[in-house]
């Protein structure tokens, strides 16, 4: 069964970095697409970043030039690396992938989440 279990979150001032990891585990044959979504208290889920098997990235506007997203498929991994993180970062992030199994075909999981604050 693939699993996703995202680490790296916690409480970082504003201005800071924080890096977030998803590993995805289980008899993975492709991961065709790795992305990070995230969601504040009363407010609906929203794509951060998102990153295609091709390499190719996408990203919110309101993270566009502090987060960078990055996967190593040799390790079925893929990362959020965020810079300049402000108070509105503050969210639990939720790793989300696209992955096609010998068991299970292709499928959409996600991860547990993991709570980002940002203090001001």
């Known amino acids: 069964q693939v699993q996703l279990v995202e680490s790296g979150g916690g409480l970082v001032q504003a201005g800071g970095s924080l890096r977030l990891s998803c590993l995805a585990s289980g008899r993975i044959l492709s991961i065709n697409v790795m992305a990070w979504y995230r969601q504040a208290p009363g407010k609906q889920r929203e794509l951060v970043a998102a990153?295609?098997?091709?390499?190719?990235?996408t990203y919110a506007d309101s993270v566009k030039g502090r987060f960078t997203i990055s996967r190593d498929n040799a390790k079925n991994t893929g990362y959020l690396h965020m810079d300049s993180l402000k108070p509105d970062d503050t969210a639990v992030y939720y790793c989300?992938?696209?992955?096609?199994?010998?068991?299970?075909?292709?499928?959409?999981?996600w991860g547990q989440g993991t709570q980002v604050t940002v203090s001001s």
């Open positions: 990153t295609q098997i091709s390499g190719s990235t």
């Open positions: 989300n992938a696209i992955i096609r199994s010998d068991v299970e075909g292709l499928k959409n999981y």
